[in-house]
């Protein structure tokens, strides 16, 4: 393997830039970093180099440790987007630098130096000034500068991005074939898509510091496996649906489930990727050759020379909901998009705003994300907060997020809400507004009914009073996020646990939402002080131990501590030795008309820490006794 990275975090400040990676490049690979600006590859690359030390991990270089090795003993060659060449000397003395600098042989290096000028394509311009150069020219004298100490891994940081779209694709082409004759593994960052595909092996697509998804380019593009990976490479028809059986089910359409799915469970909710190449238009369904989705008007139409592209609206299915392309606010329909060869274009013209019927040719059916957030905002600053804090951790998570607005000013929340959308940005699985002019608890139990919540996050303090918070896990079975810190960062969390089965819940919810953050955890539980029973002790340390391993399943690290003194007291003296961002607690049980209390130890934590936000989790016996007193 000639390049493995294990756990390789990064942090500046409060900013996460790498977010626990994993990857492995293996000897003669050309494999892709491929992100948006401020996803984290350029770091991921520069720690590689030795430019940058990783805050967590470890770098490995044909098995070898280079982690905490300077640049210049790690064997690597570099290529940067500017070139990077000295400017008062030749071709030929660029390409030998590195050479001379390892006091290798004149004859040896004049014998590399030919060598490489003929594998770049510059014979006869070894004597030539850089400023002689094209950018392309001069872009392959850095290249062969890169290689001639014959590194054992290439790396390559947007090498092309200077360059006009003709010499980048021609250079594509002569970057391949010489990395193949070199034989040497390769890492390119980019942010270009086509780049991607044309040049890798093996594409890894990052995100907000993590890497979501690894594979090859045409397995990333026609069966990619999580929803941020299928929207982001290419276009993308993503709707929600479900899963009976051996169908996948867009409202009343039945298609059959390809075979790539058959293992997800029935009756589970499903993202359905079809690719605009993969839609079917036609004057009738008859004429269609395939499933019918349902018929559209076109509302866009664009030519790029070898297709035409449509937008196609189509009036909204019950139980569907489109996820991609986004639907513009306050639409109830939804928009495909589909390409179109000359050949199909003329055999049935559309005009804007003509109709067709829309079939699907060919499907893939990923699972749903894991994690979807119920933000709640009125626009007054404590629920800025929510906004913050419940931004960034839909981000990390690449949850789906509804942004509640609630008040009676429409002019006032509306221009609140789009500051709210505008602040969180992208990064998310989607990202829908809503507002409601309804009570509070009325508000927050219709968008729980309408969507599939994980998590309330509310912004609160103290004074605020427990009223919203007890009325919010009475709506669902949803967990609870008091947002308190005009702050973004989870670093540190502190999981208050009660031996049983209740606390179990508490752990695994806990580790879905902190694997995303890159948190460290601490497990906490309290006995009394006086306790002289062993075996009690040791039941309690088992659990926790056991707590421990179910986090370093979900790639959370954590600690385990046992406390003698009252509840309250014990969790204090553990704020005041620790700074925790989080404090994790299991829901008080519901009383027997099914209402929850914050009153006792809770609402007297709640109260007594502000410098920490609070993370409420409701168990499986929590919601089971909650849906009996419904009844």
């Not at 079975?477 to 969390?493: D, E, N, Y």
Request: glycine letters at 8%; one cysteine or more.
């Amino acid at each position: 393997m000639s390049i493995r990275l294990e756990n390789i975090s990064k942090h500046y400040g409060y900013q996460v830039v790498v977010n626990n990676l994993n990857l492995e490049v293996e000897n003669g690979e050309f494999f892709v970093l491929l992100g948006a600006s401020g996803s984290g590859k350029t770091t991921v690359l520069n720690i590689i180099a030795g430019l940058i030390e990783p805050d967590k991990g470890t770098v490995l270089l044909h098995d070898r440790d280079v982690t905490h090795l300077p640049t210049q003993k790690r064997n690597i060659g570099f290529v940067f987007q500017n070139y990077a060449l000295f400017q008062y000397m030749n071709v030929a003395q660029n390409i030998e630098f590195g050479l001379q600098v390892h006091k290798v042989p004149a004859e040896k290096r004049e014998k590399r130096r030919d060598e490489l000028l003929e594998l770049v394509g510059l014979i006869g311009m070894g004597n030539r000034m850089p400023n002689q150069l094209s950018g392309g020219q001069q872009q392959r004298v850095a290249l062969a500068r890169a290689l001639a100490s014959e590194p054992d891994v290439l790396l390559l940081d947007e090498p092309l991005g200077a360059l006009d779209a003709k010499i980048r694709v021609e250079l594509r082409r002569s970057l391949k074939k010489i990395q193949r004759q070199s034989g040497v593994a390769a890492i390119l960052v980019t942010h270009d898509q086509e780049e991607a595909f044309d040049l890798g092996d093996r594409i890894g697509v990052m995100n907000y510091g993590r890497l979501i998804e690894v594979g090859k380019p045409e397995e990333l593009y026609q069966y990619p496996q999580t929803e941020f990976v299928a929207s982001f490479l290419g276009s993308a028809n993503l709707l929600l649906g479900t899963v009976d059986g051996k169908q996948v089910h867009l409202g009343k359409q039945a298609f059959p489930l390809p075979e790539e799915a058959s293992k997800l469970a029935s009756n589970s909710r499903v993202q359905i990727l079809f690719r605009p190449e993969d839609v079917a238009l036609a004057k009738t369904t008859q004429d269609l050759g395939c499933l019918p989705l349902g018929e559209g008007r076109i509302i866009e139409k664009g030519f790029n020379g070898p297709t035409e592209r449509l937008r196609i609206e189509l009036p909204a299915v019950e139980g569907v909901r489109a996820i991609s392309p986004t639907v513009p606010y306050g639409n109830p329909s939804f928009i495909l998009e589909a390409n179109r060869s000359p050949e199909q274009s003329t055999n049935l013209p559309i005009e804007m705003d003509g109709r067709a019927w829309v079939g699907i040719r060919r499907l893939h059916v990923l699972s749903h994300p894991g994690l979807s957030f119920l933000i709640i905002s009125d626009g007054s600053l404590r629920s800025q907060l929510a906004v913050v804090q419940g931004g960034f951790m839909a981000r990390m998570a690449h949850a789906q997020v509804t942004i509640l607005g609630l008040g009676h000013d429409q002019q006032k929340l509306a221009d609140h809400l789009l500051d709210a959308r505008k602040q969180i940005g992208s990064g998310m699985a989607s990202l829908d507004v809503e507002t409601s002019t309804a009570d509070f608890s009325n508000a927050v139990a219709d968008a729980a009914e309408k969507h599939p919540i994980d998590m309330v996050v509310l912004g609160w303090r103290p004074t605020a009073g427990f009223q919203q918070p007890q009325q919010v896990l009475q709506t669902g079975g949803h967990h609870l996020f008091l947002a308190t810190k005009p702050v973004a960062h989870l670093r540190k969390a502190l999981i208050c646990l009660a031996s049983g089965e209740p606390g179990k819940d508490t752990v695994t919810f806990a580790g879905r939402l902190l694997r995303h953050m890159g948190a460290e955890a601490t497990l906490m539980t309290v006995i009394p002080e006086n306790l002289k029973n062993d075996s009690f002790q040791t039941r309690v340390e088992r659990f926790l131990a056991d707590g421990q391993k179910s986090l370093a399943r979900f790639g959370v690290a954590a600690q385990t501590r046992i406390r003698k003194n009252s509840l309250l007291d014990a969790i204090r003296e553990e704020l005041d030795s620790v700074e925790y961002d989080l404090v994790v607690l299991g829901a008080p049980l519901p009383d027997t008309q099914g209402h929850s209390s914050f009153e006792g130890i809770i609402g007297s934590i709640l109260l007594s820490e502000e410098n920490c936000s609070f993370l409420i989790v409701q168990s499986r016996q929590y919601q089971r006794l909650q849906n009996r007193y419904r009844r």
